[in-house]
């Protein structure tokens, strides 16, 4: 369709303007000029919004007094090694190679460096576009047209680009926000890790002290078989009622019912074990067996537990690094939010080859589209200034910064909480072990006051009722020294994971393993972005975030910092 003039003719298109080599070195030595002092002035240009500061949060200098540990404990990153049990340390190792859950978390982590390139490339002209085409044109038959041929062709081909400088530091903050983010995918990547390895350690304690009570109850079932017999026998000579037949008889249908229930405790246990290391039930319990002979017992944990101070769970628990990630990611976005509020400036230009032969008698035609004289091009600066946004910028804003002030508000709760989490699981731990010590005493002499009132009631000295007393009490007694002894674990288990111990040893390595890398790298090209060196390297410039132990909550700033506004 083409434009028509007053009188209702259709105007001849304008030919297309030609620029010689002359002025192809002059302009081209312009564009040089202005793309350089426009990336000085970006680089060097300020960031509006507030520049990130790690939240206040509240924390005691030191632990209660009851739960305080040992300062001279050293600490000790591989703490279920401290059990002393080969094969938990086998079943954490198989549960970091297998586990489902922590792979999902390992390929968010490459998920969120891929979405950081997202952000770099962003800071740089966002259009770059080759462009061409052949285009016939026809004349209408009302415009006068010499030699009577109506028709005539253009061709092109060139290139055109377009980029939005960084002046109030809209990009940059981008990519700021992308750091935290890669950061945060870190840290939920621990927080898996230390999730994992409590849970594998916590269920194999859950099993082993099933396995025991177990044990013990069948024992005392063994036991109180053999009383009920004597006391059929007494029976049977008239020496004692039936009463006390009627009595040994429902006291073993109790320790009998133990059984059941502790078999059923035991599989629960197991199959969540199983979850925790990706296999079947069948193939777990070869591993959890115990060579023959041998009785199960509840791994001991070590007499003192390495707890610092509480200013540490800033550095080592990853669900509060997270959390302070978010608030920085967060933080950068209202700066985003903030520079829409400026004029936004660009360079656009174009460049390449344009002929045509609607002119028949000039050069140049479709021919010789390359020639020198068939450059064409331009390059200009952009000003875009919204006006009337009817408070779309400043709101947005606003909401971006009350996003932060949620964001902080849960940071300093994730703090409490895991000082929180600490105390009580250092209290679980303490209180168990004192609890431990008397039920010791209790199951000993539980045994003896057992063994005697039924070689009492052998010779006739004491009734059933003394008897049934204390073979009743030896199975509760035995029962509740197993489970303090079970508490005494968990509750170092709890513990270490309160204070995120375990995650360093991933240190150095892939989150994810060769076969999902190599499953990755058939299907598209990932560069290095599934590489353990990622974070040494830059991206088109911009140094990489850094995730080890002590970097992992310090701001990062990916250009020359300016003053924040």
């Known amino acids: 369709m ?14 297309t303007r030609k620029v010689s080599p002359a002025h192809l070195s002059d302009r081209a030595g312009l564009a040089i000029g202005i793309a350089a002092l426009a990336g000085v002035l970006t680089v060097s240009g300020c960031k509006v919004g507030p520049d990130y500061q790690r939240p206040e949060s509240a924390l005691n200098e030191a632990w209660l007094p009851k739960s305080a540990s040992d300062p001279a404990v050293a600490e000790n990153v591989r703490w279920w090694e401290s059990f002393d049990d080969p094969t938990l340390t086998a079943l954490v190792q198989s549960a970091w190679a297998e586990n489902l859950t922590l792979k999902q978390a390992g390929l968010r982590v490459l998920e969120s460096r891929a979405a950081r390139g997202i952000s770099v490339g962003n800071f740089f002209p966002q259009t770059q576009n ?86 013990f109850a069948r024992a005392n079932v063994q036991l109180q078989t053999e009383t009920l017999k004597l006391t059929q026998a007494r029976f049977d000579a008239g020496a004692v009622s039936e009463l006390d037949v009627a009595t040994a008889r429902a006291t073993l249908a109790n320790t009998q019912a133990l059984i059941p229930e502790f078999e059923n405790a035991l599989q629960q246990s197991r199959l969540a074990l199983c979850v925790l290391l990706g296999r079947t039930p069948s193939d777990l319990q070869a591993q959890l067996a115990t060579q023959a002979g041998a009785i199960p017992k509840v791994p001991e944990a070590p007499q003192q537990i390495a707890a610092g101070v509480p200013a540490d769970l800033l550095r080592r628990r990853p669900d509060v690094r997270a959390a302070e990630r978010v608030a920085a990611a967060q933080s950068a976005r209202i700066g985003q939010a903030k520079a829409d509020l400026y004029p936004s400036i660009s360079i656009q230009g174009s460049t390449g080859f344009v002929s045509s032969n609607f002119e028949r008698d000039n050069k140049p035609g479709l021919g010789n589209i390359f ?26 804003v606003r909401v971006q910064d009350a996003r932060y002030e949620q964001a902080v508000a849960a940071y300093q709760e994730s703090v409490l909480r895991a000082a929180g989490e600490v105390e009580a699981g250092l209290s679980e731990f303490l209180y168990a072990k004192e609890r431990t010590a008397y039920l010791t005493d209790a199951v000993r002499a539980s045994n003896r006051s057992a063994d005697l009132s039924l070689l009492q009631y052998r010779a006739g000295a004491v009734d059933f009722i003394r008897v049934n007393n204390a073979q009743s009490d030896l199975v509760r007694q035995q029962d509740s020294l197993v489970a303090a002894r079970a508490a005494i674990a968990l509750g170092a288990v709890q513990t270490y994971r309160a204070l995120g111990g375990g995650w360093e040893i991933r240190q150095g390595q892939e989150f994810v393993n060769q076969e999902t890398v190599d499953r990755l790298r058939a299907r598209t090209d990932w560069g290095n972005v599934v590489a353990p060196a990622w974070q040494g390297g830059r991206d088109l410039g911009f140094p990489r975030p850094t995730t080890t132990a002590t970097d992992s909550t310090t701001p990062t700033s990916p250009t020359t910092p300016g003053a924040g506004k």
């Open 2 to 15: 083409h434009n028509r003039s007053p009188n209702g003719t259709t105007p001849a298109p304008e030919p």
């Open 130 to 215: 080759i462009t061409g085409g052949i285009q016939n044109n026809r004349i209408s038959g009302n415009a006068p047209r010499a030699g009577g041929d109506r028709s005539y062709a253009d061709n092109a081909l060139g290139l055109e680009v377009a980029w939005e400088l960084d002046f109030w530091g809209k990009f940059r903050r981008g990519i700021e926000a992308a750091d935290a983010e890669v950061l945060l995918a870190v840290a939920d990547y621990d927080a898996v890790l230390v999730s994992l390895t409590a849970g594998v350690a916590s269920n194999y304690i859950l099993v082993r002290a099933f396995e025991e009570r177990l044990m």
């Open 371 to 396: 020639d020198a004289n068939s450059f064409a091009g331009f390059i200009g600066l952009g000003l875009n200034l919204p006006i009337l946004n009817y408070g779309r910028i400043e709101n947005s």
